[in-house]
Structure formats: structure tokens, C-alpha cells
């Protein structure tokens, strides 16, 4: 079972899937707004206070304004892609953070039904030393991989059922004089 879920052409080798969290379009507009309130200041003040108070406020408002902006449109989106050797996991549109897992290090591939933000401390690429690493985008369904050693990495996509039957197929030993 090869397929994937943006309608396009079945590819026999590769599966893709992408989750989207469309409240991170607010968070980049607000840090889009505090970019522009900065480069105002800087611009086109009329500050009675001093320089100081004034360098401070810029800086502040356009360092605010660029971490919540690239921050957040860095969590907009991810890709998953697995492929017959490894997955890769792609955030954001330049596509960083990225991971690559080997399937060869991958022990068991688990369905999670409700993966939350507040699980994991809130949306973006997480690691808790209790629960292991995590690329959370939105609310909902999501996949578990449990790595041989030990580790275990979570990401919530879409058709995340399908992603772990891709997988657990691959995992799977193949019967002598089948080819892959």
C-alpha cells in the first residue's frame, strides 16, 4: 500500500504526508506587526526621551518581531516523507528543522491517535527527557517511531495511520526471493 495523500500519482517507493496549523499564520502576523513597529521607530520618530530609550525600544521590537515571525512560519507546516531507506521530516518552508531516521533504526512504528501541543510543551520541534523528541504542528493524529536505541521520535501528520502501515511494511523481513 503505496500512496499519497495530496492526490497526486501513487509512487511505489515513496510516501509523503504533511500537516498544517493554520493559527501559526496569526502568531508570524503579530511578529510581522512588532518587525514593522520597529523599523517605524527606527524610521520615523518623534521619541522626546533619548536615544537609549529609543535604540532599546527598536532593537527590542524588530529582535521580538523576527524570533516570533521566523518562529513561527518555521512550525507552519511539516513534511514527512518515507522513502524505501529512511524518513525525513521537513519544517516550515525552507524545510529546517530537519530529521533524517534511518529505518534501520527504527524498532517499532506506532499510530497516535491525540498528539497535543500541550503534551509537549507547546508547537515546534520539542524534546522532553520522559517522552523523547517531537515535531508538533497542530493538534491530532501523529505517528511514534521507537528507535533501537531507545530514543523515540513523534510527529503528527496527516494520514498518520497510513504512514505507520508504510512503514511497518518496510520494517517488516521480506520472504527469501522476494525483492523490495
Request: one cysteine or more.
Amino acid at each position: 500500500m503505496r500512496h499519497r495523500p495530496d492526490g497526486n500519482a501513487p509512487h511505489s517507493d515513496v510516501w509523503t504526508g504533511r500537516a498544517t496549523n493554520r493559527v501559526q499564520w496569526l502568531l508570524a502576523l503579530i511578529g510581522a506587526a512588532c518587525l514593522a513597529l520597529g523599523i517605524t521607530l527606527a524610521v520615523d520618530s518623534a521619541w522626546d526621551s533619548g536615544i537609549a530609550p529609543l535604540t532599546m525600544a527598536v532593537v527590542g521590537c524588530i529582535a521580538a518581531g523576527l524570533l516570533v515571525l521566523f518562529g513561527t512560519l518555521a512550525f507552519v507546516h511539516v513534511a514527512l516523507r518515507v522513502d524505501e531507506e529512511c524518513l525525513e521530516v521537513r519544517c516550515g518552508h525552507i524545510g529546517l528543522p530537519r530529521r533524517r531516521i534511518p529505518l534501520a533504526h527504527v524498532a517499532v512504528a506506532e499510530f497516535a491517535p491525540h498528539v497535543t501541543p500541550r503534551h509537549w510543551g507547546g508547537w515546534g520541534y520539542r524534546w522532553r527527557p520522559e517522552k523523547g523528541t517531537a515535531v508538533v504542528v497542530r493538534r491530532g493524529e501523529g505517528l511514534i517511531l521507537r528507535l533501537w536505541d531507545g530514543h523515540t521520535f513523534t510527529v503528527t501528520v496527516d494520514d498518520a495511520e497510513a504512514a505507520v502501515q508504510v512503514i511497518k511494511d518496510r520494517l517488516s523481513p521480506k520472504p527469501a526471493g522476494q525483492t523490495p
